[in-house]
């Protein structure tokens, strides 16, 4: 099993004075229990929202706030310090980041610890802005952000939502799985690669109604299309995303089209492919649906004794396109690898991800996953067992270094 990326890893979370401060508590949570090393360090604003003590006690590190330290914190001598947070750190995250924090780093301002020591870094940023609404769109504030960007600073941008003034719209902090998986993402050394790139992905299972209660299904969790969603979107890509009957969370900012039967997936396909650089068909498509529908419950009574299917199409095989690079899943019990060749030619496919769902900790419903990757000249990379948004990034960058 390949290690969780955190595992080990250094990571300085800077938090400054915004409402958003307490869904740090949960950010530090999370990159601890992933095995990150985390020390903190707030602004003085930070202190009117959240104490030293909370973050002291989930990161199990001393909390540095003042630039000058009146007694040796953390081990590092009093001068010098800033620098060695600034060695010591595989990523900084400043989460959140307000609207005068991200002026001074875009500026380069040291008044206090947070930014002094983001300015001594020798590893990535992350930012994960957070602000009212007018705050956060204000020229200042878009401009500064920009400059930041083009810095290679990763911006994790604020959402639109409920926001603490009361008004509705962007600014607030992006949540926190969000902004782990930005960590991820840089802490594998990818960066924003896809950007420009459009991308439609499919994902989860059909269901196929026999009547207003029942149908024919599969074990697709959708796990693995919305991971790839996922990566994809923090690598810059525009995607659009067809989803089957499944319910898992994803950014707010990745456009959905929810379907229910193959069916409906095959239109939603049509009607979105075009334009597209490239489309990777994740989902578990029914390959049979009940001939006929019943509009009212079938009861007990009726003594059904069996159900006639007719084929759905093939949502692969049906497809008309030129330029746009086809990414196909085989889920295979057995022949695995002949399976895939089969499919990757019969539905002329540019890459076929060939997935094996009795191995130990690979195919529905688990986090992890074991895929082989075969492409077109039929050469094969076998991956290790590693967590599916591990697995997306693996196979977008295959896709980026074939396509695009
Ligand atoms: N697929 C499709 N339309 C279908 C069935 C499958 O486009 N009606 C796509 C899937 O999204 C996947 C690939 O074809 O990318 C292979 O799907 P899979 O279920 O493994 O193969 P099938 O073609 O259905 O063959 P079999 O069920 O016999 O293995």
Redesign the pocket.
Known sequence: MKPDTFKDKKIIVGITGGIAAYKSCYLIRGLISRGADVKVIMTPSALQFITPLTLSALSGNEVIVNIFPDNQQNGTSAGTWHIEYGLWADLMIVAPATVNTIAKLSYGITDNALTTVASALRCPLIIAPAADMDMYNSPANMENLERLRKRDVFIVEGESGFLASGLTGPGRMAEVSKIIDAAETVLSGIGTDLTGKKILI?AGPTFEDIDPVRFIGNRSSGKMGYQIAKAAFLRGAEITLISGPVNLPLYPEIKIQKVRS?SEM?AAVKSNIKGKDILI???????YRPSEYASEKIKKEQKLKSITLVE??????SLKVKSTKII?????TENAVK?AFK?LDS?NLDM?ILNIPDQAGSGFEFDTNKVTIIKKDKSQTEYEIQSKFQTANDILTEIKSLFL
Do not use: H, S
């Open positions: 499919t193959a095959q068909m994740a989902a578990a498509v029914a390959d759905n199409d093939d949502i692969l095989k196909g899943f085989a889920l295979e399976n499919k539905k076929i």
